[in-house]
């Protein structure tokens, strides 16, 4: 197979956000990170929201180095007050809250059937893809609906078409769906937009499974017409400055697949 | 000819109208519509003892306070819990628990959601959330549990299917669904019941993971 052409860089985002302040969940590594990487790119102050400070200090810390403006918070995003306070960080640090990302998800483990899947997996990708995702638009949609903001849900290919191999992970990245698309249409009318990503891109976890199987990527990315699995800042990162900007003023209740052209079945 | 097993999960409409339907069409007929069930391995032998093999499951388990309109901003953790996540996780949990019983028949398994899971529903945000993760969990299963002889389906129905009344009106208001190219949303036990049926029969062995949408021509999604 044609090694997959080389894509053009990405163009500037630089002043799509400027003034806006953004919350992004799981933003200590991957997909969140690069959201994160992008979004202060664009001029945003940002907050990585992680559970964990030792990826999420040094990742705010790089973002800042860039010329950036970014704040760490501890968040456990199953836990309702850790999700309250970053969004009081937001208010206290940069004085507003115009977009909230839910990127965070627990790992969803090797694949397996449903049968296979343990109590303990069911619950952790429950709490932190359907439970946090109410905490985060909960907590967020006061600050939200003050600026004309938007809350933006990280969910997945295997979200819409489903996943043989994943089917636990499906299922929650799938509810996600139903939770954006009514709340669209429930806060439309107060002018806060809700749209989601459905990203394939490189994260640790994307990294730990081609470290595995040495024949994921070529296959992976041989399914894919552009040839490639995305990279979280500059090919998933520009679509959440989209979606956060006055760019998709006009959008709500959507679901961007961010895959290379993997998933045409929308 | 032994007359073929279905289990019909959840309480209320439209569970009781398809099993009504179903044990007219011949089908013998087990319910389990207490919702305050939590599936474990051994739930299916305390409930229905005696059935080994299952050739047809019909999930439409839904608890009340999922059916009741709320803003999401209004919703306690407590609520949430209950009218999306807790359902969610049982039918992930009924799913553990009736593979084996259904690939012992060659079985079908059949989810009913709501239209709003796939079209939205302003004041559903929960019952969207619980009903839409259920439908994708259909193409999940479609997909892993086709070599095993099983096939599952979700059928998008109506709002009136699950709502009060007044709620339903709502939906299809906010919706535009008005005036079903058919001239009528189906009926439950006549209608929906023999569209299960039929999913469940040879003829259709060839068709899984379909997500089919049974209003009268209401909802056309892409």
Redesign the interface.
Known sequence: MNEAPRPPPSPPVAGLLTGRVAIITGAGQGVGLGIAEAMAAAGAAVIIAARRPDNGEPAAASIRAAGGRAGFVRCDVTI?ADVDAAVDAALDRFGRLDVMVHNAVSPPGPPR???D?DDDT??AQ??TS??A??HC??AA?APLRADHGSLILLTSP???????N???Y?????????????????WGPHGVRVNAIAPVAWTPAMRTATDANPTLEARLSGRTPLGRIGDPTDDIGPVAVFLASALSRHMT?QTLAVDGGRYLG? | MARRAVLIVGAGEPATSVAVGLGVAGWDVHRIDDDTIVWTDDTLAVQCSGLGAVDLVVHARYPAVARRRADLVDLDGDQWRAAADEPLEAAIRLARCVHRPLAAAGGTIVFLVPLMASAGGAGFAAFATAAEGIRVLAKSLAKTWGTDGIRAHALTLDPSAFLAPVDAAGMAEANSLHDPPLGRVPDLETEVARVIAALAHDDLAVLTGASLVVDGGLWMPG
Do not use: D, H, M, Y
């Open positions: 309702r059937p449903i049968q899947v069911i619950a429950i709490a359907t439970t995702a109410f638009a909960q949609f295997a979200g819409i078409e489903g996943s043989g994943l089917p636990l499906a299922t929650v990245k799938g509810a996600q769906r139903g939770l954006l698309k009514s709340l669209a249409r429930e209740g929308l």
